[in-house]
């Protein structure tokens, strides 16, 4: 079955506290992505990758760092939560080329105090 | 001006009723256009996709884009209590960043 995981899917921490939210996917896609809702401000793009090795900032990049040194994975690294990072966050995936069929992630909520 | 516009709602209609979501965007980069469904603790889920100024029908859902004005609409036909959730705008630039409108919550009663 195709599909984005994510890991964890709740978290709270605490602000300083470093913390990783994985995300995997099984469709050999090239792009990967990462976004934050909050309300009444949709999603926002914080990273994206094209392939293995390749990324570039989103909309909302700062606080956040990421890494693609798979294929298949995309982790999100907040290396020092503070508590305006507590959101809703999705991955996403699709095949370059291929943006029509699109999947993301289930979400993981965080929460930061 | 924020780059996209999109009322939030809520939008209720009666079940069979046509709906009508749209989007503004100021943007001329933006090259790819869509239309998601996030259900209510769920991820979005692509439901139109289109590149060119027109409409584009897949059964009960039309996208329809007009790049001179810049505007953005999807149109529901004999909708559902089972479509009521957020619908989500989103543009895509030549360079593979993604922005979101706002979403609007649509409620579809029975």
């Known amino acids: 079955e195709a599909q984005v995981t994510q890991n964890p899917r709740y978290l709270i921490t605490v602000t300083g506290k470093k913390l990783t939210v994985t995300c995997s996917q099984n469709?050999?896609?090239?792009?990967m992505s990462w976004y934050r809702q909050d309300p009444g401000l949709g999603l926002r793009q914080i990273y994206y990758s094209m392939n293995v090795e390749v990324t570039d900032k989103g909309d909302v990049p700062e606080g956040y760092k990421v890494s693609r040194k798979e294929k298949r994975n995309f982790p999100l690294i907040l290396e020092s939560p503070s508590p305006n990072q507590t959101s809703l966050y999705f991955c996403?995936?699709?095949?370059?080329?291929?943006?029509?069929?699109?999947?993301f992630g289930p979400g993981t909520r965080l929460l930061v105090l | 001006q924020k780059e996209v516009e999109q009322d939030p709602g809520p939008l209720s209609v009666p079940e069979g009723a046509i709906v009508s979501l749209n989007c503004t965007y100021s943007?001329?980069?933006?090259?790819?256009f869509m239309w998601y469904r996030q259900y209510s603790r769920k991820g979005p889920e692509l439901l139109m996709y289109t590149y060119s100024s027109g409409n584009k029908e897949d059964g009960r859902f039309t996208a329809q884009v007009d790049k001179s004005s810049k505007y953005i609409s999807l149109f529901i036909r004999d909708s559902q209590p089972s479509d009521s959730a957020t619908y989500l705008c989103a543009f895509l630039t030549g360079g593979f960043k993604t922005i979101f409108g706002a979403g609007t919550r649509l409620f579809v009663k029975a």
């Open positions: 469709m050999n896609h090239e792009y």
């Open positions: 996403a995936s699709y095949k370059v080329g291929g943006q029509e069929t699109q999947y």
């Open positions: 943007n001329s980069a933006f090259q790819y």
